[in-house]
């Protein structure tokens, strides 16, 4: 009998004893005796000893302490995680244990809480998109654009999926791990020069019998917003192709909502609603779709629905549409995905309750006016272009080094650096990802920022452009 | 005890709204910038304007945190008792990693930011990587995967690359699972673009050697296998296995759904496995949250390394650092660096149990799982399928065939006759090759006493079904809501997955 006490396991003493003896066993050891000797462990791991809580906290805290965080309000990064304010309500709501330490609901009966809260997200976010699908979350926006693409890929038996150029690094680089396997093209349709649009003519000839799905974003990477989003559904409709438009939902008290101009299937990050950055992580992928059989029978993903009790005619809520996924149709599943963001997306679902379609309006119109002043201030600052993109914005916006007429301009690297000792992430750097957009950043505004905070930006982007430390 | 759930009748959301009420505060932006913009739609091009407030629900805050409460308390959870899922490793889950992820040193970091100035957490996660490899018998792990699923994808994916690098790839089309493997396996296979070739289980419930080696060929580009199996049962012939594969030039996975037997005991990467996945939100305690976030961090041999998932954090002796730079990698599979919650709670764990604590854990998960076989072996109408006499590890497949051929009561009305009982039910029907089976997986979280209120529970349901079985098919009448009708759920007819999709049907009716 060990003598070993830890207070996570309940089984000491007289009840280890007792159920040893039930087994006729003298030794725990016993159990794993059928294990060949030559695998079972010798020697001990290198793994650290066990702490106590408080310890462990403490340590944790003080590695925590090695990052440094900007002061409130003064980082203006964005790019796929953004930060927004959470109202407290949802975390007291999310972190009830009922909902935190429940599996996923294959019992429906005794999991009704669950299945309803996920029912109501697929629900909320369907009035957001206007669309009448939305699954029960994915991973993130990225892995819900790969799964958007194979998805087109078995409707329409084609084999190619165009993208917007300027796309989120890391999203593209996800899209490419789910399609390779699978055949299917990825290509690139470019972009308006002045607007940051997408260049409609280019997309055109990019478009044949190969084509399996169009992908645009709105508002796109660099912020841009697509206006002429009837006539791209029309041109990938046309030739056969299905329509997939990436959204940042909070962005959708405001803007026309994707359903609205007949997109066929809806991805985006759900992290704003309610969510924390936590460094990129957990996320929330966002994946709606028309409701038509060819489309149904296809998507990835848990789907709950509504139906009623067998005796009776009482409401409840189930698992459904399985017949798509893994554990029933294994290797001819539409996806392996299981396990996905249950509990970011009711996350999200109590924060669209709380905003309801008035906050959600009206955040989106204060989110416009903060990143309509930040843009005039970057605006003024000499040596800086800004917007990068001539097209309306939502929340973010490019900006750029201008070429200097006598003396060399400091890189972008370089300015974000010296604004960032000023205690301020400025933007996400775009050399690298974008060259071809010379010195640029991307810049991020939204309701958790003030005038103020806005002001000592442009101060600070006015300062490292000369030289200022 | 006499159990009840709660039951609320709880409207859904939209049908509590009430015109005018509102459930948020914003700030509102200085004078300046409204003025500015006193219209700010007026920015956005006509076309693009949301014409119409989208229909969501009006409520106001303490509306809104009554009725999730509501929800909440009609949801079993493991925090009100035990939740035998097989394969699923539902412990517990420590309230501490719900605080300390709240550290707004972690949870306001921006994924973006620069490296430097991101040392803590980055060191946090080096360090877990290297713990996993350590508890695994790995080289490298990356933590890239958002889920058991995702891991496996890129376990596979790694297989692929593999033998692209081989200039295999053409030829080896095939990847082997046993008759037994969870259906992700097979999923994320075909994911990869391979074909699946299914081998059986032998008797004992163990591969079957012989079907094996006919299954192997110059095309078998790996074999998924998780040891112990889905039947409880350690795989013994694993080096034998291990050489099968290898020898025709295969790799060998392992789905690590089924890790938490082994933890401190043995260690897949000396059994001849060459990539792992390891579900964090089972074995290393982080909240499932009814359905995710999960976690699936994947681990390889020295050889795979290059092919790992990128970001992998690295360490120059100074820094620490997202390492990108692997050009052979599988690439990623998460736009940022993973869950990085979840992995953060993992540490936490990790260093809260310590090395004797992670051993203590498999001991007790495998008492755990063959006290209740030994239990359940001598309630009539139970069986303990394949193997008797050999121990189980985490988890033990129980078949209700015998109760089922004698009283009609089968697995599904157990499994409902239990959660009666305030207990959740075990994984039913799973694995395939077993008849009316009931995977039972009971963790080390639980104790005797809550054990034995599980045997009690199955005892009883086996009794009420020898004298009256239409009681036990009527199950569960004390959840928040009786037997669901599943097919009016997916019938086209029927279907309804929103609000919305209710509300146009009830329009045209």
Redesign the interface.
Known sequence: M?K?R?S????VGV??K???T??GIKD?D???????S????KK????????S?SE??E???R???????PRKGM?F?G???W?H?I?E?IK??V????????????????????L?????Y???M???I?????N??M?????ALGEAA?LTSRITTRDSFLIPHLI?P??R??L???T????VKVVDIGYNRRTGQLNVEHLKELLDTNTAGVYFE?PGYMGV??????AIVDIGHDAGALVVVGIDPIS??????PGDYDADIVIG?GQPLGS????????LGIFASK?E?KILRQLPG???????????D?R???M????R?????????T??????????A?TA??Y???????????????I???R??AE?QLHAVDGLKAPLFEA?HFKEFGVSIEKGQESTPPTIRDVLARI?ECGI?AG?PLDQSFPELGEAALVCVT?TH??EEIDQLSVAFQQALEGKP | MKFR?AKWN?P???ER?RVG??????????K???K??PN??S???K?????V???????S?PE??Q??????????????GL?P?GS?T?K?????N????K????????????CT?????L??LFELQ??LS??TGMDQHSLQP?????G??AGV?II?AFHVDQGELEIRRQIIVPDSAH??N????????FD?VVVPSNKLGQIDIQALESAVSNQTAGLMLTNPNTLGL?E?E??TIASIVHKAGGLLYYDGANLNANL????PG??GFDIIHTNL?KTFAT????????AGPVGVKQRLAEYL?VPVISFDGTQYYTDNARPKS?????????????L?KS??Y????????????S??A???A??LM??IESIKGFSIPFAPG??R?HEVVVSAKPLERDTGVNARDV??AL?DRGL??P?FY?PAIVEEALMIEPT???????LDRFIKALTEIAEQAYSDPNLVRRA?QN????????V???H?R?????????Q?RDQEI
């Open positions: 060990s070993f830890h996570f396991l309940p089984t009840q280890e007792e159920m040893l039930t087994l725990i016993e159990l794993f005796s059928d294990i060949p030559k695998f079972l462990l001990r791991l290198k793994i650290p000893n066990g702490l809580e462990v906290c340590r944790v805290s590695s925590l302490a090695q990052n440094w965080i980082s990064l790019g796929g995680v930060p304010i109202p309500a007291s709501i972190n009830r244990t009922e909902f935190l330490t429940a599996y996923t609901p294959y019992q429906a009966e005794i999991s009704q809480g669950m309803q809260a996920l029912f109501e697929q629900s909320l369907a009035e957001l206007e669309l009448p699908i939305v029960a979350s991973y993130d926006w990225a892995s194979l989120s890391g999203r680089a996800v490419h791990t789910y390779q396997p699978a055949g709105n917003l697509q206006d002429d989003v009837d959708l008290g405001v803007i026309r909502p990050e924390p950055m936590n460094m990129g992580g957990p996320l409701d059989r848990r789907i709950i629905g509504l139906t009623s009790t067998q005796e009776g009482e409840g809520f189930v459904t549409i399985q017949a996924e893994q554990h029933i149709r294994r290797e001819k599943a996806s392996n995905i299981c396990s996905n963001q249950a509990h970011s009711i679902a109590v669209l309750s709380l905003l309801g379609p008035q906050g959600i309006t009206e955040l989106g119109e204060k416009l006016q903060l309509h002043y005039e309306p960032q992430l996400i309701e003030t005038q | 759930q709880e859904l959301i939209f709204s009420a509102i459930g948020y505060s914003l700030p509102d932006p200085s300046t910038i409204k500015l913009l700010p739609l920015t956005i091009p076309n693009l304007r949301r014409k407030q989208p229909s969501l629900p009006e409520l805050e809104v945190v009725h999730f409460t509501r929800l909440s308390q009609m949801n079993y959870s493991i925090d009100l939740y899922l699923c539902m517990y889950n420590p309230p501490m719900e605080e300390i992820i550290d707004p040193n972690f949870a306001q970091a921006h994924p973006h930011q620069d100035t991101l040392q803590g957490i060191k946090i290297q713990w350590e508890i958002a889920a058991g699923a995702q496996e994808l994916l692929r259906g992700t097979p999923a994320s296979a075909a994911m990869a673009g699946v350690f013994q694993i080096e401190g005991r043995v260690r000396d059994m939100h909240p499932h949250g009814g359905g995710g976030p999960g998932p599988i690439g990623r599979l998460h736009g940022f660096h993973g869950n990085a919650a979840v953060l540490y936490a990790i260093i809260r149990m310590g090395w004797e604590g992670l051993h203590a854990v001991n007790h495998v008492l755990n063959n006290y030994k239990k050999v121990w590890k499994a409902k959660l959740h039910a994984t799973f080390e979280t639980f104790s005797k006493a809550e569960p959840t928040a809501i009786t037997r669901l009708d599943e009016k759920a997916a086209p029927t279907m309804t997955l929103s609000w919305r999709m209710l146009q």
